[in-house]
Structures are given as structure tokens and as C-alpha cells.
């Protein structure tokens, strides 16, 4: 019941988060997005933070596999990897049947004919797992967010979905297509060949977690009196994190999948509450030579108290690193695409960065890089950076659109505080930029043709259109008290290739009375 129940709520989660990332249905599933546990870091939303690890510390680490879509992908490969393991070892028994049935002697390959994939136990890899955390939190202190985009879940997961989604309909760009396709690869064969290892040793959320998760209150239990070390619950543990001969569980690798449960036709494993204290009552118990005792803890011999001790001494430490690089880092409208010949982007002396972000360091700390704010923009906005600096992570051009005053889609989905939510109205009077007019490149002032789109479409009435000395027509002219920087001059200015008017960025919003 308990698999049964964790699938329902997998599936749930995996369809809504994927079709965020596909740009479909922000109002109903983009508060999914803002459970998720690094973007809430991030964030700083505490509460969130909170729930998830009260929750990790209570069940264990059933985050990974229901609410991380990174997680239930890796169980979707792991199921076709079983099936068609099945599958083959089932087509393997036919085929030696039918030797028999003839007469024939299977020789020693037949073996390989009914081989098929099992798991078992691997020791902890842990100063791969707690390095690969390190370093993502000293990145997130010196605001390397280049390398927290490369290996967290959620925007990893994002990655790959907008990378197949920009391939279905061709308008990705080549440096998200080939990170998205190297990242499914990479994960996908991670998951077929060794099941959660990436969860278990390079991903930083789930690192974060196993620190909690190691004294969960409610977890899987060997019951001795009905166990008999069959090794099933091993062989289909995909954390690799069950010993079945000394009765062993690795409590921050397990993921709460249950699947080993399900697995046991004895009833051997129970998820239960085991309380505060270190014993683990109805689990097996080994003693130096092998041979198996009933009635406490398999805590088997010094080595394993050991890891225990150096388990605890990680948490506190990673614990006060966590809280000091997060310390330090301390929605609803349409819009729509004109159709118009695209333009080239130009040289900008600071970027662009979205209303809410409230400046561009504040903006380029926070995000992870998760494309959700590029697949909810509905005017071609925002796009991947390809610079090495903040590579894969938005930024904006007004290219394909602009940044219409009235849609606040990008503030509303995005869950790591990156794109701050604005309340009705707030976004009109947020400066993120500045238009600078070219004159040698207006047709106004070179005497080809009396434009004025810039001033009739400028949203707030910053642009005005002024008599030149020497000029046939009038010229605009920008006042920097009313300018928001939303690049409607910039996308409706007929000029070719490169706008005669465009926008550069403030690095620190302000705003405009």
C-alpha cells in the first residue's frame, strides 16, 4: 500500500512539474515548483525548507522519490530497465526449455540466458558524496551558480525537458540542446546502470537530506523473527543501500521507495516507528564470525558505530555550512509574439534582468538556472545565456518581444527568489533599464521617413518626439524619470538589423515616482 501510495503521489508531481517546464498550465501547477528544496533555499522560504526536512526527519528521504522530478525520472529508467530484464531472462527460460524438450545439454553459457539485472549492497561513497556538497555550497557562497545549474536536481531535470521541448519545435539554442541531451544521458545511464547513485552521491539535495534522514524516526526494518536472508530486498534495492547478510540499512541512502518491502514474500521488512534512541528493536544483529542474533540494532560491529559517529560530526558541520551560505545570499496577465522580422541583439553595457529581480547580482545569485522562467515567458523574453559566466542561466533580449508591463508570468513561477513576486501595478513603475536613442540609425532623423513607433508604443510615456536643428522630422527623446525599460521602442523600432533606439540595463532597479 505504501508503494502503491508513493507512485500515486510520483506521478503526480512528475506530470505537473514536467508540464511547467513545457510552458503549459502555470496557474495550476506552478506552486509544485516552490516545493522544491534548493529554489526554496534559495529563497529563503523557511517554511518550506522546514516542512521538507521535519518530513525527511519523520519518514526519511521520500522527497527524492515523490516531490524531485529528477528522482522519479531515475525510477521511470529503473522500471524499463527491469522490464526489459524480465523481459529477456523470461525469453532465457523459454529458450532452455525448449533445449530440453530436444534433447540438448545447455552448456555453461546458458547461465547468461537467464541472467538478469539485480542490485546489491554498496558501501557509502562518502567523501564524493560530502565533496560534491562542499562544493556546491562554496559555490553558492562566491556565487558560482554555473556549477549548482550543472548538477541540482530540479533545474537539471528543467534542462533536459526545455532542451526536448526547443528540439520538437526548433527555437532551442544549441548550447541548452547539447547541455540538456549530455545531462539525460549522463543520468539516464547513471539510472540503468547503477539505480540512484547520481541521487546518492552527486546530487546535493539529496546529500542535504541523508544528514536528516539518518535518524528518521518511521523507517524500514528487518524483522528477524521472519527474515531468511533470501537477499530479495538487496537485489531490488535501488540505493544499493541494503546489506541483507548483516542486516544493514544505510538510512541516508535509502529513499523511502519501499520497493524492497514489496519485494519481501515474508513480510520481513516493516516500515516502523523506531523511536530516538539507537536501537532498532526486531532488527538482525551480527556478531564478528557471521553468525546472526535476534533482538537489537544491527549496528554490526565497531566500524559501523564508527560511521555513525562520523555521520553525526558531518551533520553538524555540513549543517553550519548550509546555514552561513544561505545566510550570505541572504502573478496574471497574457501577452503575445508580433510578427516581425527578428533582429540582432545589441552590444548592452549591463544586462537585463526581469522586474522583481531587484538587481543583477540579486538575480544571478538566486538562480539555478532552471528554465521555468523561460518556458512561462509568453513574449520570447527571456532565453539561456551561453556565456561562460552565467551559462544556461536567463537573460533577456528584445529580439522576438517585449517585456509587456502587465504579465507578471516569469515573477510568478519562479521558486528560488530569483524573480520576486510584484503585486498588481508594481511592475509599470520598475526601472530595469534605460532606452538610449542612435540617430544615425533613426529613420526620423536621417530624413528617410517620419516614424515616431517608438513614442506611439511606449507604455509609459517616456518617449516624446522633438523638433532637431537640421532635422526633417521629428526625433525622439527619452525621459529617464518615466523610462521602465521594457523594450517596446527597442522590438517595434522599424530600424534593421539593430534597433535605432535600445535598452541597457540598471544593475540596480529603482523605482520611478
Known amino acids: 500500500m505504501l508503494r502503491k501510495i508513493r507512485i500515486a503521489l510520483a506521478a503526480f508531481f512528475f ?11 502555470h496557474n495550476w501547477w506552478g506552486w509544485m515548483a516552490k516545493l522544491q528544496f534548493l529554489p526554496s533555499a534559495l529563497a529563503l522560504n523557511l517554511v518550506v525548507v522546514a516542512i521538507i526536512l521535519l518530513a525527511c526527519f519523520l519518514f526519511g528521504r521520500v522527497y527524492c522519490s515523490t516531490i524531485c522530478p529528477m528522482g522519479v525520472f531515475q525510477d521511470i529508467v ?45 558501501p557509502e561513497h562518502a567523501w564524493v558524496r560530502y565533496g560534491f556538497l562542499v562544493l556546491s555550497l562554496v559555490s553558492l557562497f562566491v556565487s558560482g551558480q554555473m556549477l549548482i545549474a550543472l548538477v541540482a536536481p530540479y533545474s537539471a531535470y528543467g534542462r533536459i525537458v526545455r532542451s526536448i521541448v526547443g528540439l520538437a519545435n526548433g527555437s ?53 523473527t521472519k527474515c531468511t536472508q533470501c537477499g530479495r530486498c538487496e537485489r531490488g534495492c535501488k540505493s544499493s543501500c541494503i546489506d541483507y547478510k548483516t542486516g544493514h540499512i544505510d538510512y541516508s541512502r535509502c529513499v523511502g521507495c519501499f520497493d524492497c518491502m514489496e519485494r519481501c514474500k515474508e513480510k520481513g521488512l516493516k516500515y516502523r516507528f523506531v523511536g530516538f534512541g539507537k536501537g532498532i528493536p526486531g532488527q538482525a544483529r551480527n556478531d564478528d564470525n557471521g553468525a546472526r542474533n535476534d533482538g537489537g540494532v544491527k549496528l554490526a560491529n565497531d566500524e559501523k558505530t564508527a560511521a555513525n559517529d562520523t555521520g553525526r560530526r558531518a551533520f553538524i558541520a555540513t549543517t553550519a555550512l548550509v546555514g552561513t551560505a544561505l545566510a550570505a545570499k541572504a502573478q496574471h496577465a497574457q501577452g503575445g ?12 553595457g549591463t544586462r537585463l534582468v526581469p522586474p522583481g529581480a531587484e538587481s543583477v547580482k540579486s538575480f544571478y545569485d538566486h538562480c539555478t538556472a532552471c528554465q521555468l522562467c523561460v518556458s512561462a515567458c509568453p513574449n520570447g523574453v527571456l532565453r539561456p545565456s551561453t556565456d561562460f559566466e552565467h551559462f544556461l542561466q536567463p537573460q533577456m533580449g528584445y529580439e522576438n518581444g517585449y517585456c509587456r508591463p502587465e504579465c507578471h508570468a516569469c515573477s510568478d513561477v519562479c521558486p528560488a527568489g530569483a524573480i520576486r513576486p510584484l503585486k ?15 540617430l544615425e540609425l533613426c529613420f526620423a532623423a536621417n530624413g528617410t521617413a517620419s516614424c515616431g513607433n517608438c513614442a506611439h508604443h511606449c507604455p509609459s510615456g517616456a518617449i516624446r518626439m522633438v523638433d532637431l536643428e537640421g532635422a526633417r522630422f521629428k526625433v525622439p527623446t527619452v ?18 538589423a539593430i534597433s535605432a533606439i535600445t535598452v541597457r540595463g540598471n544593475s540596480v532597479h529603482h523605482t520611478n515616482a
Open 15 to 25: 506530470i505537473g512539474i514536467t508540464l511547467l517546464f513545457m510552458g503549459i498550465g
Open 78 to 122: 529503473i522500471w524499463l530497465r527491469r522490464t526489459i530484464g524480465k523481459w529477456q531472462r523470461n525469453r532465457g527460460v523459454r529458450k532452455l526449455q525448449r533445449m530440453k524438450e530436444q534433447g540438448l545439454k545447455p552448456g555453461p553459457e546458458a547461465k547468461n540466458l537467464i541472467k538478469h539485472f539485480e542490485y546489491k549492497y554498496i
Open 172 to 224: 532551442v539554442a544549441v548550447p541548452l540542446l547539447i547541455t540538456g541531451l549530455v545531462t539525460l544521458v549522463f543520468i539516464g545511464c547513471c539510472a540503468w546502470f547503477w539505480g540512484r547513485e547520481y541521487c546518492n552521491t552527486i546530487c546535493p539535495v539529496g546529500t542535504t537530506l541523508s544528514l536528516v534522514s539518518r535518524f528518521a524516526l518511521f523507517r524500514p526494518v528487518i524483522d528477524t
Open 337 to 348: 509574439l508580433a510578427d516581425v522580422t527578428p533582429k540582432e541583439a545589441p552590444l548592452r
Open 424 to 438: 498588481p501595478g508594481q511592475k509599470q513603475t520598475i526601472a530595469i533599464g534605460l532606452a538610449h536613442v542612435n
Open 479 to 496: 525621459s529617464e524619470a518615466q523610462c521602465i525599460g521594457c523594450g517596446a521602442c527597442e522590438f517595434l523600432c522599424p530600424s534593421r
